[in-house]
């Protein structure tokens, strides 16, 4: 994988339930992103043997819950919660069960509501499994203010 820095973590309040990034969620991926140097964000993950979809791949579906939140994060630390409108998903090589990844993803493009996003899945050899591009929309300042806390923390700040 890449060698480069990693900043602080973005999802450092995560005692909810979200399925990608959520403590609380018994089945859940509980990714941890970080601020990258090229003000994007990470994470390495290594799926388990339940995330299978045919034998030793990675579901596609996880795959692409995974490029999904990372594109979030990736929004979310700007300091504004957006939820996903639009998505595509590139399917490169297996991801092998039980064999470390990294996810990076960035904002392209932010047209003030509407936000553009890129992600990418790699192997430990830096090769891309999988990429995405998405398509995120803010959500209202009274939706941002009821999630603020649980999502960011009692500073309301995103990490």
């Given at each position: 994988m890449a060698?480069?820095?990693v900043g602080e973590r973005v999802n450092r309040v995560s005692e909810h339930g979200c399925f990608g990034c959520g403590?609380?969620?018994?089945?859940?991926?509980?990714?941890k992103f970080?601020?990258?140097?090229?003000?994007?964000?990470?994470t390495r993950f290594v799926p388990r043997v339940e995330h299978e979809g045919y034998q030793h791949m990675t579901h596609g579906g996880?795959?692409?819950t995974i490029l999904d939140e990372a594109m979030s994060w990736a929004v979310v630390s700007s300091g504004r919660l957006a939820v996903t409108a639009k998505m595509e998903v590139r399917f490169r090589r297996p991801v092998v069960v039980e064999e470390p990844i990294e996810v990076t993803a960035r904002v392209t493009r932010d047209r003030g509501?509407?936000?553009q996003?890129?992600?990418?899945?790699?192997d430990e050899s830096g090769e891309v499994l999988a990429s995405a591009t998405g398509s995120f929309m803010r959500v209202s300042d009274d939706q941002q203010e009821a999630w603020r806390e649980l999502y960011f923390g009692k500073d309301g700040e995103s990490g």
């Open positions: 060698d480069s820095a403590e609380l969620n018994s089945i859940g991926l509980k990714l970080y601020r990258d140097r090229d003000g994007g964000v990470r996880i795959i692409s509501r509407t936000i996003t890129a992600a990418e899945m790699r």
